[in-house]
């Protein structure tokens, strides 16, 4: 897939190379010159540019672009004419950063296809891993519902998944497991990426170092966590 970035800041780069790591191509753009050249090697492209030019940004290919990520957080007033200049240019899905509530109500005037609070997603992510021992990391596919990744908690080393019976018991569903592994990146700090062992099978023995990729409703989920002893608040 192909996908512009508008804006350079922490979020949009964040963004752009894991993009780009994935295989896609990114082009990200900022007036910043300096951010340009920073991630030049990390993006498939970068280039210097003012999002709220139309005639610069008219000459991006934004016609075969699939989504348009408009990620500018420093200045609501260059986010709003950004994006209301990519949905003037006819951009395929449409989607920007929210700075605050009535920011928020702009863009959904101006009518684009999703909205993004970084700060505030972020946030209740890491309100998550500091409230319980056992969690790693978590999607949220809607109020209730969410795919959660859970450190497996000590009773269960040794099980098989069949001996779980997870889907009987609280209705939840073992998609996975996997482990993370450290490596180093392009500036020498370690960092750790995800190993999917694959599909959960019956027979697979849990193992200590693994984590449990689990799908329910939130509610089924703290239930589970509970039966095997882990606090959840």
Not at 96 to 106: F, G, M, Q
């Amino acid at each position: 897939m192909r996908y512009i970035i508008a804006g350079l800041g922490s979020f949009g780069s964040s963004l752009g190379i894991a993009l780009t790591s994935q295989g896609h191509e990114v082009i990200a753009i900022d007036s910043n010159m300096q951010k340009v050249e920073t991630y030049k090697e990390l993006i498939t492209h970068t280039i210097c540019m003012d999002a709220t030019d139309e005639f610069t940004v008219n000459g991006l290919p934004i016609a075969d672009t699939d989504i348009v990520v408009v990620a500018i957080g420093e200045n609501q007033g260059a986010n709003v004419m950004a994006t209301a200049l990519f949905k003037t240019l006819k951009a395929r899905r449409l989607i920007s950063r929210s700075i605050n509530p009535l920011h928020e109500k702009v863009l959904q005037a101006i009518g684009v296809d999703d909205i993004f609070h970084p700060e505030k997603e972020s946030a209740m992510r890491w309100a998550k891993r500091l409230s319980l021992r056992y969690f790693v990391d978590s999607f949220n596919l809607s109020e209730h519902f969410s795919i959660v990744e859970i450190s497996i908690p000590t009773p269960l080393i040794g099980k098989a998944v069949g001996e779980l019976n997870l889907e009987h018991k609280f209705d939840i569903k073992l998609l996975s497991t996997m482990r993370y592994e450290q490596y180093e990146d392009s500036f020498g700090r370690t960092q750790c990426k995800p190993s999917i062992q694959g599909l959960a099978q019956p027979e697979q023995v849990l193992q200590a170092d693994d984590v449990l990729v689990v799908y329910g409703a939130n509610k089924n989920i703290n239930q589970f966590l509970r039966s095997v002893g882990v606090k959840v608040h």
